[in-house]
């Protein structure tokens, strides 16, 4: 049974952006069990940290991201994504060994946590080594294994992976998939509908990639006379709960395709990397539920959530040419929203909730001093700022230490890299 540890005179950081100071949080069995003013009561526990000066939130939601491609972090600088994708990534992808998706992901993980990270979507291929590396690490993750609907394999891949999901399923309280459609625009209508059934079918909620680039609207409409967004609700996809990476290029039309439950992934990192172009995201923005990703670090280079807010933060004032909007306690409820595009009822700190919090210690030279805590940490915070990271109940990073191995995790991670640059690119068997 996990131990009870108790969170002494802490503030507490909540998702609607309030600040509650002088609590006593009671952790047990995985959930936060108590919250009391400080010293109301006295309370047994096997663990007591001195919270007083900390700031504790709920740890942080990463709505899309590729974890085992922190493998290729900068392998592709300074390219167009037509480059990035065909002649990069996934010539490179094509001989990836499941060596290479284990210890990537487990590095990925080993970041995410380093930075907050409690909860994180992820959308890739060899699901069986990213399963493992998630049930090995205590955090918690919801997997989309990929599926491109346009391989000669898609029949096979998409039984296979329909099996992968039945067989584990009901593993773990901290473990939940969804149905990984790679993109619109590399699933064929026939096989994005198949994909939907069979999601319906194992009643799954999807994530896919949709709408990063202007010429994937364009090219949309001219085969099958509607957006993405369209197609996707022509395949029936909008019934179910939906998790859209990116959507960068949403268009006023498509509003009316989205549904109470339809997540966005806002990963702006890759967007001005890659140099996606503005989109009608700035503009639509409000009428959309969304949260941030990072994406795949071969894009984005980071795998914190926080660092994509600020990001947003800072590029809507600049576009917009107005430092009014988004502000930031708005962004940090943005950021604290994404748990509800999972199933895990995490990102609240409240009497029952999954205990998945993030201690914050500002009293560092990067953040100090501070007037505003939740400012402090979007604009001036860096991952020595986390002290402690919590998944039910249990510390993955300690007082500033991530518990895993991270010394051998490099060793591991440079021994890959250096195969993977020997064996070289293969033949990609999808083009962008
Ligand atoms: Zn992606």
Known sequence: MAKRILLKDASLLNEEAQCIRHQDVLISDGKIKRIIDHGALKIEAEEIINCSGYYV???????????????????????????????????????????DIYIGTLLGIAEMVNNGVTVFADHYFGEEQVLKAVKETGVRADLAPTLFGASEEFVDRLAKVSEFIKNHQY?????????????????????????????????????????????????????????????????????????????????????????????????????????????????????????????????????????????????????????????????????????KAFSFGSGLIREGAPADLVIWDLFEPDTFPFYHPISSILYSS???????????????????????????????GARLQSQLLKRGKGKAEIYF
């Not at 549904?259 to 639509?284: H, I, N, Q, R, V």
């Open 171 to 339: 593993d773990s309280d901290r473990i939940a998939f969804h149905m990984g459609p790679h993109a619109d625009y590399t699933c064929p209508e026939p096989t994005l509908f198949q994909m939907v059934e069979e999601a319906g079918k194992l009643q799954l909620p999807i994530h896919i990639h949709m709408a990063e680039e202007s010429g994937q609207i364009s090219r949309s409409k001219a085969q099958t006379g509607l957006t993405p967004f369209g197609v996707l609700d022509r395949a029936g996809a909008f019934d179910l709960k939906v998790l859209i990476a990116h959507g960068l290029w949403v268009e006023e039309e498509d509003l009316r395709y989205l549904k109470e439950d339809t997540w966005f992934a806002f990963c702006p990192k890759t967007y001005m990397k890659l140099a996606s172009g503005e989109g009608g995201f700035f503009d639509l923005h409000g009428y959309l539920n969304y949260g941030f990703g990072t994406d795949g670090a071969a894009s984005s280079n980071t795998l914190n959530p926080m660092e994509q807010a600020r990001l947003l933060g800072l590029l809507g004032k600049f576009l917009g040419s107005d430092a009014a909007s988004f502000s930031g306690e708005s962004l940090w409820r943005h950021l604290m929203a994404g748990h």
């Open 57 to 99: 939130s709920p740890g942080l939601p990463n709505l899309h991201v590729h974890a085992a491609m922190n493998i290729f972090k900068g392998i592709a600088e300074d390219v167009t994504s037509d480059t990035w994708f065909n002649e990069m990534i996934w010539p490179y992808e094509s001989k990836m060994t499941n060596e």
């Open 382 to 412: 860096n991952s020595t700022n986390v002290k402690y990271t919590m998944v039910g109940g249990e510390f993955l990073k300690y007082n500033g230490v991530l518990k895993m191995d991270i010394q051998n995790l490099m060793k591991e």
